[in-house]
């Protein structure tokens, strides 16, 4: 709730305000505390109890429980830099395995103590060296491939390749997660955000563009267990063609609607939205084709297909964002 304060001033002319007794015992704040005031881009005055302490890690404690892999998971996405998980008397085989299964899906955490009753965990990333766009990007170029050798493993009856789509997925969650928790970083101390050259409301578009891009990535993933429940199967050369063009070209759709966002284009954004025709046109020429031509397989066809369109519409939702 906003409350309104009367601007003051001493008789040597500096101005002053009095800040709410609630905030400052809130804080524990007491007569001659520091706290940090650091003025933004657009002019605001940011006063933080917080950030004249940074250097002291943020520290969670947690114990063994059904949930505790959800809980380190949500821990590290709110900026946690230490999360401490205590036992009673000692960790089960169980809790310990599932531990460090979660920390493996994690970019940055680390054990960085371990006994019988104690595993703590440490980020060692730093947000401030963490660009948003980067990360971004880095996770788009992981699920472009994954969307190319996909359809690839499709067509070719390559089961090895579709192995290798789905367990890169677990590495662009990776990415996924790191970048959300970079953002939720930036959200929480306004600094960051000034150095990094985000507003909160950017940092809304870049959470929807991360999410756009991971299902773009279980997209990719369908299409390869279709390929798996082909088992090797090939398409027909006709149907070939046809899924590496839809594949071509919802996924150079993709490509132009990232980079769209990237340059706040919106010549190029508004451009996404003319190709929906020739996205309809390939879709509805190959589910034809498949009906005829593959109709023992056509079930693993038609799903692949939808994965496709659904690319698309991705794209589309992303450009929105220009």
Not at 116 to 123: A, E, G, K, T, Y
Not at 169 to 195: A, F, M, N, T, W
Not at 226 to 232: D, F
Request: hydrophobic letters at 45%; proline letters at 3%.
């Amino acid at each position: 709730m906003i409350k309104l304060r009367k601007l003051q001033r001493t008789r040597t002319g500096t101005f002053f305000v009095c800040l709410p007794r609630s905030w400052a015992q809130k804080h524990e704040l007491k007569k001659g505390a520091q706290v940090a005031i650091d003025e933004t881009s657009d002019g605001r005055l940011c006063i933080d109890a917080k950030s004249v302490s940074e250097e002291s890690p943020k520290v969670a404690v947690l114990s063994p429980g059904p949930f505790l892999s959800v809980e380190i998971v949500s821990r590290y996405l709110l900026g946690f830099d230490v999360i401490r998980v205590e036992a009673r008397d000692r960790f089960d085989f169980d809790v310990r395995v599932a531990i460090k299964q979660t920390v493996g899906s994690l970019v940055g955490l680390e054990i960085v103590e371990e006994t019988s009753s104690l595993i703590v965990l440490q980020c060692l990333l730093q947000p401030s060296n963490l660009a948003p766009e980067k990360l971004l990007l880095r996770n788009y170029a992981i699920v472009a491939g994954m969307n190319r050798d996909a359809v690839l493993s499709l067509v070719d009856g390559d089961l090895q390749l579709a192995k290798s789509v789905v367990a890169r997925d677990d590495e662009s969650d990776r990415q996924y997660l790191l970048l959300v928790r970079v953002l939720r970083s930036i959200i929480q101390h306004p600094g960051l955000g000034e150095k990094l050259g985000l507003t909160p409301l950017n940092c809304l578009d870049y959470r929807l563009a991360a999410s756009f891009i991971e299902v773009l990535g279980d997209e990719a993933v369908q299409v390869a267990n279709e390929a798996l429940l082909l088992n090797g199967v090939k398409p027909s050369e006709r149907v070939k063609n046809l899924l590496i063009g839809l594949q071509s070209l919802c996924c150079g759709v993709s490509d132009q609607a990232l980079k769209a966002f990237v340059d706040k284009d919106v010549a190029l954004a508004e451009g996404v939205r003319g190709i929906y025709a020739k996205v309809d046109a390939a879709s509805m020429e190959l589910e034809k084709t498949v009906q005829t031509e593959v109709p023992l397989s056509m079930s693993e066809y038609l799903t692949s297909i939808l994965s496709l369109r659904r690319v698309y519409s991705l794209s589309d939702e992303l450009a929105d964002l220009v």
